[in-house]
Structures are given as structure tokens and as C-alpha cells.
């Protein structure tokens, strides 16, 4: 199946700094999500990005679909921004989200 | 909004209990997903269904079950738990298009003692 790689696997930022997490995939995808996981562990939906760019606030995101690999940025970082922020792929005939390992975010004020 | 709601956000059960965790979506989604979520392993999958009455394995089905006897429920069954079951759980929900999110409930944390 595809593989997922998420980089880095920990990040750890002072409140109004900026950041760049990094995801790699093995397989052309149909599908490709970003989430952010809170402290109680919800799974809160960021984009829905299998190609191009998109803004919402100070998160962006970008998918480089032929070259396998997709970015988010955040800007202005706050504490609020905490928490594991996870890539979701899903390639060929499939529809099944396939998870990389998360970047695990601090931010300190 | 979509809403995926499973039943317990904490559940502490005994070793070789029969256990049942709910997922619940509001969205007429065709497919249903469980994952387990464990410390630097991202989350896996256990089980999805694309259908009522449909199930396929995922990466990690050994001592799982499912059920899905209507379009809105999905359940997850650990026959007889062991301790090595304690994890996060998360369900899921999509639309039959691969094109589409897929949308998360709240997680349950379960223990096994």
C-alpha cells in the first residue's frame, strides 16, 4: 500500500513564529487531507487537498501531486495551534484515508 | 455539519470482557471507518464497511470485530479484551466518492486492566 511520510516528527515553537510540516507519499493520490488532533484527541478537519493551494486564516496549504508531497504552513503561531497535525492519503481505487505518523506541534507563549 | 459521534470519550474494562464501542454519523455516508491510535504509530485501521452489512479487514483486524446492521451505526467489538487493546479508537465516515473528506468522531479512550 502507500506510504506515508510525515517530517518533522516534532516541532517546537515560540508563540508568533512560523512553520512548514511536511508530508511525502509514495503512489499518485485521488485524496489527501490534513488534520489537526486536539489535546482531547479530536480529529479536526484542516483541508481537503489532493492538488493545488488553499488558504483559511493563517494555516495554507499546498499539494505538489507529481512530485509526491504536500506542505502546510502555519503563520503567527499561538498556544492554541498545540497539538499533532497528521496527512491522510489515499491512492488508486481506494477511498480509505491512510495516515502518516503526525508532526507533534508545542507552541510556548 | 457533519457529526460523528461516538458513544464514550473514556471506558475502563476488565481483561476478557466483551466490549462495544458505538459510532454514530448523521450524514447518510456510505463508508464507515475504525482506526486505533497508539503513542508514534499514527493511526490505524482495524476494520471499514462501504455498505450496510458490509465489512472488510484493515491493516490491523486480529481480536476485532464489526457490525453494521444500519447506515448510520458502526460498531466495534472486542470479543474478549486484552491489555494490549488500550489505545485511542477513532471512527469515521466518508461518502462513497473516493473525492471526498472523510470526518472524525471524538475518540474513545478505552483502558483494558
Known amino acids: 500500500g502507500i506510504q506515508v511520510e510525515q517530517s518533522p516528527p516534532d516541532l517546537i515553537l515560540q508563540e508568533g513564529a512560523n512553520s512548514t510540516l511536511r508530508c511525502n507519499f509514495s503512489?499518485?493520490?485521488?485524496?489527501l487531507q490534513w488534520f489537526h488532533q486536539n489535546p482531547w484527541g479530536q480529529l479536526i478537519n484542516l483541508f481537503y487537498?489532493?492538488?493545488g493551494t488553499k488558504q483559511n486564516g493563517r494555516l495554507s496549504a499546498t499539494t505538489v501531486a507529481t512530485e509526491r508531497y504536500s506542505l502546510l504552513y502555519i503563520s503567527s503561531s499561538q498556544t492554541t495551534d498545540s497539538g499533532v497535525y497528521f496527512c491522510?492519503?489515499?491512492?488508486?481505487?481506494?477511498?480509505?484515508?491512510?495516515f502518516g505518523r503526525g508532526t507533534s506541534l508545542i507552541v510556548h507563549p | 455539519d457533519v457529526k460523528v459521534t461516538q458513544s464514550s470519550r473514556y471506558l475502563v474494562k476488565r481483561t476478557g470482557e466483551k466490549v462495544f464501542l458505538e459510532c454514530v454519523q448523521d450524514?447518510?455516508?456510505?463508508?464507515m471507518f475504525w482506526y486505533r491510535q497508539d503513542p508514534g504509530l499514527g493511526l490505524r485501521l482495524i476494520y471499514f464497511?462501504?455498505?450496510?452489512?458490509?465489512?472488510e479487514k484493515g491493516d490491523i483486524p486480529e481480536g476485532y470485530s464489526v457490525s453494521r446492521e444500519k447506515k448510520e451505526r458502526f460498531s466495534l467489538i472486542l470479543e474478549s479484551a486484552s491489555t494490549n487493546q488500550t489505545s485511542m479508537y477513532l471512527c469515521?465516515?466518508?461518502?462513497?466518492?473516493?473525492?471526498?473528506?472523510?470526518?472524525f468522531g471524538q475518540g474513545t479512550r478505552l483502558t483494558v486492566v
Open positions: 469515521a465516515s466518508s461518502p462513497r466518492s473516493m473525492n471526498t473528506e472523510a470526518f
Open positions: 503512489d499518485s493520490v485521488n485524496n
Open positions: 487537498i489532493p492538488s
Open positions: 491522510a492519503v489515499a491512492s488508486g481505487g481506494s477511498y480509505i484515508p491512510t
Open positions: 450524514m447518510d455516508h456510505e463508508n
Open positions: 464497511s462501504y455498505d450496510v452489512k458490509m465489512k
